[in-house]
């Protein structure tokens, strides 16, 4: 016979350390198929625990679960001659605390005489515990409970084996209670998905319908994450006069949403009668103030505008100054009194406002929050800089402009602008417009039709050029990185295309670039600094230094992006002529 082979080792069939283990196999797959039934543990944990109550022939068993947050242990299932649902114990105390906090099980042959052992539930219930085992319901992430039987029937201690038996039930225990907990949060997760986009859709449907034709009154709401905290809205009074307000509501997440939906309905009830702003303000105050609890509070401002005077007026609770832009220079209108629901004996006062050759923009704190940086915040007068820049602009695109603007910087928190102003007669002329499909061999005669419109308005040749120049490399940009042709290629779809359009408001150039490419995500397209030693990628850079202002945005719909560039030309003097 070969040494190399052990000798066979005959075991009879009534063996009973292999009958026990063929139990205890039999048992324990039987277990893990009634845990996998349902993710429901109140329903599989207490037939469980009674299984294996009787297999370990035992007279009590309990099922104790860690509360992370308070490190307590509680006992959820208990079956036997004595109820201990809802006991408490900390980890590291008690038997059970000891198995937990060791992630080991515990066993006590002698339990009248072990200190370990508290007592307190013998006295008060009268039950005599002589023996106790007790192992951790142990996972990856650490132990999330423990299971503890007590008193073998036999009235015998609890041995070794047993020990390891009960641990080994106690993984597929485990194992299903983890995967009840996964799902829980999965469930939980879904719930706060759908409440949130509800909430969304409910916050969208109090927002105002945009008015078209010459209405003043323009906004646009951008939240940082899936619901806003912000608001505003406008409705007509009568003898020309129209209402509005904006706000900010503090904190976040649904409670601050919902909050806002009851804030805008009582605004808006209010306003309709109010005699002043200020009456509005302390009416709204009065009552959210009886109303909001855990700290909340309201910041707003509320106005009627005057069509007839072209005036408005204003009262403020704690929003940041509004903004008075005649095209000289800027009004900053402060807060009149405290924010909404803090002291309801608060008084707010009032500022008239003359519009009629200015504009004024009323806007939360989301707009000088943005980051231009890591840390760089706007502020108050990068947004300015922002509004100056595009004040030629007739209101709307004037506003979408600033809109462009602050989503090519870092939101930080909702945003929401107000812009109150009287539409100028338009005073825009075409110069050029194209159609023409998206190949590089197309571009020379983009070029020389750009070149000749730019010539008929008397644009200086070297401005002409750069501007040319600017509108070729974005041409380019599109062919490459929207459509994904190769520059060296001269055949494309005849369904890429782009659309080029230049106009004229006084001393105003505006181009507009239009394809039909995947939206892109307007966020990631910053100019990159010349000094970088790279091959190419300089376009945004060239554009950005020729043009006084510049912005994209995607389309409705997922497809389709819209570049807008504006260059303000120098009005000619008698020395020019």
């Not at 007790?134 to 029937?153: S, Y």
């Not at 009065?286 to 309201?298: A, D, K, P, Y």
């Not at 939360?364 to 004040?391: C, K, N, P, Y």
């Not at 209101?395 to 945003?415: F, N, Q, S």
Request: overall charge negative; glycine content about 8%; aromatic content about 6%.
């Amino acid at each position: 016979m070969n040494a190399a082979w052990p000798a066979t080792v005959c075991v009879p069939e009534h063996d009973p350390a292999r009958h026990g283990g063929r139990r205890a196999l039999g048992f324990l797959a039987d277990l893990s198929q009634a845990l996998a039934v349902s993710l429901d543990l109140r329903t599989t944990l207490e037939p469980a625990l009674a299984r294996i109550l009787d297999f370990m022939q035992a007279e009590a068993a309990s099922l104790f679960l860690l509360d992370e947050a308070t490190n307590l242990l509680e006992c959820r299932v208990c079956v036997g001659p004595v109820d201990i649902v809802g006991l408490k114990v900390a980890a590291g105390q008690g038997v059970v605390g000891r198995a937990v906090a060791q992630n080991a099980p515990q066993r006590i042959d002698d339990a009248r005489n072990d200190a370990r052992v508290n007592t307190r539930v013998d006295a008060e219930t009268g039950f005599v515990t002589r023996a106790i085992l007790c192992v951790p319901l142990a996972t990856a992430q650490g132990p999330l409970g423990a299971i503890e039987i007590i008193n073998r029937r036999d009235g015998g201690a609890f041995d070794e084996d047993a020990a390891e038996i009960l641990r080994l039930i106690a993984a597929p225990m485990a194992l299903a209670i983890n995967n009840a907990r996964l799902a829980a949060k999965l469930a939980e997760q879904q719930r706060i998905r759908r409440e949130m986009a509800l909430a969304r859709s409910i916050q969208k449907s109090l927002l105002p319908r945009r008015r078209r034709g010459r209405f003043p009154l323009i906004g646009v709401n951008l939240p940082a994450h899936e619901i806003s905290g912000d608001f505003y809205d406008y409705f007509e009074l009568p003898d020309q006069r129209i209402a509005f307000f904006i706000g900010d509501i503090s904190g976040k997440g649904l409670d601050a949403a919902f909050l806002m939906v009851r804030v805008v309905s009582l605004l808006r009830f209010s306003g309709k009668d109010a005699s002043t702003p200020a009456a509005w303000l302390s009416e709204v105050n009065r009552e959210l103030c009886n109303t909001l609890q855990h700290g909340r509070f309201v910041c707003a401002v509320v106005g009627i505008y005057d069509r007839g005077t072209r005036c408005a007026t204003l009262a403020s609770a704690g929003f940041p100054p509004a903004l008075r832009d005649d095209g000289i220079r800027f009004e900053e209108l402060p807060a009149d009194g405290p924010p909404l629901g803090i002291l309801a004996e608060a008084e707010y006062g009032e500022r008239q406002v003359d519009l009629a050759d200015a504009a004024l923009y009323l806007f939360s704190d989301g707009a000088t929050d943005v980051r231009e940086g890591a840390r760089d915040r706007l502020g108050s007068d990068g947004l300015r800089g922002l509004i100056r820049r595009h004040a030629a602009l007739a209101p709307e695109p004037r506003l979408r402009a600033l809109i462009g603007e602050l989503k090519r910087r870092k939101l930080v928190d909702d945003t929401t602008l107000l812009l109150l102003q009287e539409p100028r007669g338009s005073q825009v002329r075409e110069l050029l417009a194209l159609r023409f499909p998206a190949a590089p061999i197309r571009m020379r005669a983009v070029r020389a039709a750009l070149r000749t419109a730019l010539d008929a308005e008397d644009v200086a040749p070297e401005l002409r050029d750069r501007l040319v120049l600017a509108v070729d490399e974005a041409c380019t940009n599109i062919i490459r990185h929207a459509y994904h042709h190769q520059l060296g290629e001269d055949t494309c779809d005849e369904t890429d295309s782009i659309a080029l359009r230049v106009t004229r408001e006084r001393d105003r150039l505006g181009f507009e670039l239009r394809d039909e490419a995947p939206c892109v995500d307007a966020a990631r397209i910053k100019p990159r600094d010349p000094s970088e030693c790279r091959i190419g990628g300089l376009g945004l850079a060239f554009i950005d230094a020729t043009m006084d202002a510049w912005y994209i945005e995607g389309l409705p719909g997922g497809c389709g992006n819209r570049l807008i560039m504006h260059k303000q030309l120098k009005a000619k003097t008698e020395s020019d002529e």
